[in-house]
T-cell receptor, first 114, second 112 residues
Framework: DADVTQTPRNRITKTGKRIMLECSQT?????MYWYRQDPGLGLRLIYY???????NKGEISDGYSVSRQAQAKFSLSLESAIPNQTALYFC?????????????FGSGTRLTVV | GEDVEQSLFLSVREGDSSVINCTYT??????LYWYKQEPGAGLQLLTY?????DMKQDQRLTVLLNKKDKHLSLRIADTQTGDSAIYFC????????????FGAGTRLFVKA
């Protein structure tokens, strides 16, 4: 099994629909992140969580919300999806204080909003 | 500023060396990284360098860091078709919380 599992792998949804992307990890890491990848823009941080009771906005949090249900689970919601949220979404985990030396990424969720 | 910049494309012939360049702006950077993304997959850490080092070698990979110019490069010797991927430069900034910033990624094409 993968260390960081994202579901679904692919999703097509309609404008205005609510959608949830899920992430679970078996690394035992306390930190979890949601990134969005767009061509030519690299990875942009949406939200991050340093432990179960800690949620922080990243650089592009508008239109998104998150929930850290347990140390191992971090879900991303689009309350009312819009076409410019079409992107590849990655969940990542890391251990405290290690920077990105031990970032572990999921395989990504490709979301298309039509 | 927090920018990490890299060129978007690089094309090389199989067997040649590839050099992927990156510039960053934050002088508080502690670690700098190279990640590789293969099609349909997430990013995987290739190598990293601490900011007080100027070179790190790991088999076919050589990382050079010019801290004065805030320039990082990744050299892949004897490039193979399996090296075709997107390579991301990233830095962790020591700005009261260890924030990691990723570049846009360089897509490496290896021609047989």
């Amino acid at each position: 099994d993968a260390d960081v599992t994202q579901t679904p792998r692919n999703r097509i949804t309609k404008t205005g629909k609510r959608i949830m992307l899920e992430c679970s990890q078996t690394k035992g890491h306390d930190r979890m992140y949601w990134y969005r990848q767009d061509p030519g823009l690299g990875l942009r941080l949406i939200y991050y969580s340093f432990d179960v009771k800690d949620i922080n906005k990243g650089e592009i949090s508008d239109g998104y919300s998150v929930s850290r249900q347990a140390q191992a689970k971090f879900s991303l919601s689009l309350e009312s999806a819009i076409p410019n949220q079409t992107a590849l979404y990655f969940c990542a985990t890391s251990d405290s204080g290690s920077g990105a030396r031990d970032y572990t990424f999921g395989s990504g969720t490709r979301l298309t909003v039509v | 500023g927090e920018d990490v910049e890299q060129s978007l494309f690089l094309s090389v012939r199989e067997g040649d060396s590839s050099v992927i360049n990156c510039t960053y702006t934050d002088s508080s950077s502690t670690y700098l990284y190279w990640y590789k993304q293969e099609p349909g997959a997430g990013l995987q850490l290739l190598t990293y360098i601490f900011s007080n080092m100027d070179m790190k070698q790991d088999q076919r990979l050589t990382v050079l860091l010019n801290k004065k110019d805030k320039h990082l490069s990744l050299r892949i010797a004897d490039t193979q078709t399996g090296d075709s991927a997107i390579y991301f430069c990233a830095e962790t900034q020591n700005t009261g919380g260890f924030k990691t910033i990723f570049g846009a990624g360089t897509r490496l094409f290896v021609k047989a």
